[in-house]
Nanobody, 123 residues
Framework: QVQLVESGGGLVQAGGSPRLSCRAS????????MGWFRQGPGKEREFVSA????????YYADSVKGRFTISRDNAKNTVYLQMNSLNPEDSAVYYC????????????????WGQGTQVTVSL
């Protein structure tokens, strides 16, 4: 079992650059990938970004490519999401997730989820 705890959300002005963090409760040697997803009001949860835990390979949704950067610190069992040039459409609850088997963009592939952290972008 892996517990994930996100932090770093909050109210941000448009154009802001917050960084989200997600720490895993135990060593992540058995985790293949970690990802970030988000769910806006009245919307389905959608893929944002993912990173291969050993390879460092990264995936991004087209909507955030060039603005968001995912990274990980293996020693700290932590994955980060640096978000730049935020706009109101980025407002959502952001979830961290872990996949023990493979690097994927699919929500259903991830077995472990954090509680989520709210990001609200104001004009």
């Amino acid at each position: 079992q892996v517990q994930l705890v996100e932090s770093g959300g909050g109210l941000v002005q448009a154009g802001g650059s917050p960084r989200l963090s997600c720490r895993a409760s135990r060593r992540t040697f058995s985790i293949a990938a970690m990802g970030w997803f988000r769910q806006g009001p009245g919307k389905e949860r959608e893929f944002v970004s993912a990173i291969g835990w050993r390879s460092g390979t990264t995936y991004y949704a087209d909507s955030v490519k060039g603005r968001f950067t995912i990274s990980r610190d293996n020693a700290k069992n932590t994955v980060y999401l640096q978000m730049n040039s935020l706009n109101p459409e980025d407002s959502a609850v952001y979830y961290c997730a872990a996949d023990p088997e493979r690097l994927s963009r699919a929500t259903a592939a991830y077995d472990y989820w954090g509680q989520g952290t709210q990001v609200t972008v104001s004009l």
